[in-house]
DNA sequence: TAAGATTGAAATGTCAATCTTA
DNA sequence: TAAGATTGACATTTCAATCTTA
């Protein structure tokens, strides 16, 4: 079965893609919950709390492309462990506004040079400046495009 | 809170990474339920045990980088619905030998155009050909580097 | 003892249904 | 009607404990 003439090609880059992608995540989050004890869904969902003035429960499932469902889930495990809180958001009624508590700001702190540490041991340190740059380059490229139509050229 | 100086690059670069992921692996999978009925998780799967011989579940574990029983439970989904069967192995009968069904290898050969044709869709289009090439040689060295020490130069 | 595999419990995500407010 | 959010049912993965065979 397998293959059929040119395909491997794209059909390696997914398979690195995919796997590289869980390795770094699961190596990442293990090393941030033994030396601060914050998972890495939780550090990524309170980077975007912290840098979204008035976030509420859309903005988090947007930044992080998951389901406004598992966003507000994952509000309630961050609230449920003292680290957010949802407050009345005096402009519109259906939502709350989330905030980091005094807690949630000292774990993203805590958590934040562990986290830069992880990213320059996988990510700077493997390759080339210049192929680091234009890796960042196709990656905002693929991310921007949205599978669209031919467009070409 | 947020950042300290340099590190905005590669939190920048991870977080494209991570979100291009997320969003490719649901739109192909999406895109395979409907036009051939079977999940992503599935075809990967399929296409490790049509790969290597004599497969067992700890090399289904190794090439998707997922954990042993994650491995086993995701062979047993398989079995469930007909895609494959484990055999005794008979040079070490602490493991079995997981085979395609012929329903296995049909669904595979449906599986594998809509694929390759998703790959075509959010890999190769969008970007330049040499850009892709880049690409890949950035994926292959961080996938082969393994966050290893210092090493350096 | 260690290696390969299985199993059940816990974490995290999706989906669909529902509720409240624009 | 539609938008924002919540909830419960379901799926998939990790982790730890356990079992069998090397």
Known sequence: VTDSGSPTVLRQV???LVRFETR??????AELQ???GVTLANLNAMLVIDRI????VLDIAEALSITVGGASQAVDRLQASGRCLRKANPEDRRSSVIALTPHGVASLSGALPVFDHELDRWLRRPLDPALLTQFGTALGALRSSGGDAPAAL
Chains 1, 2 share one sequence.
């Open 14 to 16: 997914f398979d690195d």
């Open 24 to 29: 770094l995540w699961a190596e990442i989050d």
């Open 34 to 36: 033994s030396k601060s």
């Open 53 to 56: 003035p008035n976030c509420r």
